[in-house]
């Protein structure tokens, strides 16, 4: 049964089509996995009666010769998507024990190809976070753990490069998977599912992923459907999955994408078989460095590793050319101008009255106020304080109105980039490895909101970005690369992430819990 769970989805598809094993049987190894990792507090809801039913359906059109793209292949959800009958909360006690009527467009589309559904997966509450440390249900516990043998940084992408360092603290230290998607990435590592979907708005998929040695990729905006997702910033928010190869990603993206009437802001666009581009060769691509993402005081492993990918690249044939992108320093102010004030207004529905959570007071507006006091956790009451700050009389044009200038030029900067002839840009996915539970909880906000440095200009200018596993740090961590393309044109990005994933090997968590 482990020998199942430890298989990609591209394995397991293969392995189903030749019945080598049965869709029952892969959903029981999934399910017995869970049950004995329930101590990454990955899963906020197990359906084990429910994936047992699809994978029996699964196994009936597989018999029959009729197996669709993704048949009898068990998936985990991130608890922001609806899921018709089961319970979604997008992990805050608002929310408290809401069952949809309704589907996201996105898992309608996941089960109409045949996949099987686990369970619902913790997140950031409202996906306000960058380490899965709000939720209502507890912090999601990374798979990893810091090494004993601490890994030598010139030498960390050999496999095997180590020395012995006794001030290293082991694997003692519970780490955060990053956020918001932290229980999509944490299932993935632990091999709680073959593949999970996420959601990204400043980095929300591509940083839990980079710290848990998955691959995670944010389509373009308007790739997939955002209906029946639980909205935090609508301009922003993307869907996207979280898989262990840059493969898997390729094909979970093509059934998750495509145009939905029901969303205004999803394009009309053909949706490419994404797996096609792994084979397409990386020579004669031109890659962008920008320099402004060289920051002050970055790590030195961060920047070795940067070094590393761009002789990778180099050696599979791409051209490497520095290029600028002056108003990236203000990509981060700027996003926390937007995303608070977006959230703010997505959130004012939350009052108690039709759904969820419901705090009886004196009178109307003392039951608003105590249900979203006592409905919202301290984080996500930041962020709404900060919006309703930046839209209110006097303060819009200061601060929402010039944070949507700066966005613009954001955006216009990538695209004289890539009018130049560039194919993608080259960037580190994160600042750090991934931090002990509780290190940053106590610090600055801004300590936390830094952790997007890297990754949330990507979703102020609408582009595609993907995480890949590149190496690990001084402690033994998984870093990653990150690479930024043009508007929709995610099949560059699977065929040089692919490049990358072969010359860096897979990076796997030893098992602990």
């Known amino acids: 049964m482990t020998e199942l769970t430890a298989?990609?989805?591209?394995?397991?598809?293969?392995?189903?089509?030749?019945?080598?094993?049965?869709?029952?049987?892969?959903?029981?190894?999934?399910?017995?996995?869970?049950?004995?990792?329930r101590a990454l507090n990955a899963y906020v809801l197990e359906t084990p009666d429910t994936a047992r039913a699809m994978a029996k359906n699964a196994d009936a059109r597989l018999k029959a010769g009729d197996a669709r793209p993704l048949e009898g292949l068990p998936l985990g959800i991130k608890d922001l998507f609806a899921t018709k009958d089961v319970r979604t909360t997008a992990c805050s006690r608002i929310l408290d024990n809401f069952v949809p009527t309704y589907e996201s467009t996105v898992t309608t589309q996941l089960w109409r190809d045949g996949a099987v559904m686990l369970g619902k997966l913790n997140n950031d509450e409202f996906a306000m976070g960058s380490s899965n440390e709000t939720s209502c249900f507890g912090p999601v516990?990374?798979?990893?753990?810091?090494?004993?043998?601490?890994?030598?940084?010139?030498?960390?992408?050999?496999?095997?490069?180590?020395?012995?360092?006794?001030?290293c603290d082991g694997s003692n230290t519970p780490l955060v998977p990053g956020g918001s998607s932290g229980g999509s990435a944490v299932a993935v590592a632990?091999?709680?599912?073959?593949?999970?979907?996420?959601?990204?708005?400043?980095?929300s998929i591509r940083q839990p992923a980079t710290f848990t040695g998955t691959v995670g990729i944010k389509p373009t905006y308007g790739r997939c459907s955002r209906w029946g997702i639980v909205a935090f910033a609508s301009s922003l928010d993307q869907a996207g999955p979280i898989t262990r190869t840059v493969r898997d990603a390729a094909i979970l993206l093509r059934s998750m994408a495509g145009h939905d009437p029901k969303d205004s802001t999803s394009v009309d666009r053909a949706v490419p078989d994404y797996e096609a581009a792994l084979g397409k060769p990386v020579k004669g691509m031109t890659i962008g460095i920008p320099n402004e993402y060289r920051l002050d005081g970055m790590a030195p492993e961060i920047d070795a590793l940067w070094k590393q990918g761009v002789a990778w690249l180099k050696d599979a044939g791409a051209n490497i050319v520095d290029v600028s992108l002056p108003h990236t320093k203000y990509a981060l102010p700027a996003y926390y101008i937007v995303a608070?004030?977006?959230?703010?207004?997505?959130?004012?529905?939350?009052?108690?009255?039709?759904?969820?959570?419901?705090?009886?007071?004196?009178?109307?507006?003392?039951?608003?106020?105590?249900?979203?006091?006592?409905?919202?956790?301290?984080?996500?009451?930041?962020?709404?304080?900060?919006?309703?700050?930046?839209?209110?009389?006097?303060?819009?044009?200061?601060?929402?109105?010039?944070?949507?200038?700066?966005?613009?030029?954001i955006k216009r900067?990538?695209?004289?980039?890539?009018?130049?002839?560039?194919?993608?840009?080259?960037?580190?996915?994160?600042?750090?490895?991934?931090?002990?539970?509780?290190?940053?909880?106590g610090a600055s906000p801004i300590e936390m909101y830094l952790n997007d440095v890297f990754t949330v200009t990507v979703n102020m200018?609408?582009?595609?970005?993907?995480?890949?596993?590149?190496?690990?740090?001084?402690?033994?961590?998984?870093?990653?690369?990150?690479?930024?393309?043009?508007p929709f044109d995610e099949e560059t990005l699977f065929t040089l992430g692919a490049a990358l994933e072969q010359a860096a090997g897979r990076f796997k968590a030893e098992r602990w819990w």
Request: hydrophobic share 40%; net charge positive; proline share 5%.
């Open 340 to 409: 608070p004030a977006e959230a703010s207004s997505n959130l004012a529905r939350y009052d108690g009255v039709r759904y969820g959570l419901r705090s009886p007071g004196r009178d109307v507006i003392g039951m608003y106020e105590k249900t979203r006091a006592e409905g919202f956790g301290a984080e996500v009451r930041r962020r709404v304080m900060i919006g309703t700050y930046v839209l209110s009389a006097g303060y819009y044009d200061a601060y929402y109105l010039r944070a949507q200038k700066v966005r613009t030029l």
């Open 7 to 37: 298989l990609t989805l591209a394995e397991a598809r293969d392995g189903l089509r030749k019945r080598a094993f049965s869709a029952a049987e892969l959903a029981d190894a999934h399910i017995v996995a869970i049950e004995q990792a």
């Open 413 to 441: 900067d990538f695209e004289e980039c890539f009018a130049k002839g560039v194919d993608a840009i080259l960037t580190p996915a994160t600042p750090t490895d991934a931090f002990g539970i509780g290190e940053k909880a």
């Open 461 to 486: 200018a609408g582009l595609p970005g993907i995480a890949v596993p590149a190496g690990l740090s001084a402690d033994g961590l998984p870093l990653g690369l990150q690479l930024i393309g043009r």
């Open 141 to 167: 516990v990374n798979p990893w753990r810091r090494t004993r043998t601490r890994v030598n940084p010139s030498s960390a992408l050999q496999e095997g490069a180590s020395r012995v360092d006794p001030t």
């Open 190 to 203: 632990a091999l709680l599912c073959l593949g999970a979907t996420a959601t990204d708005t400043g980095g």
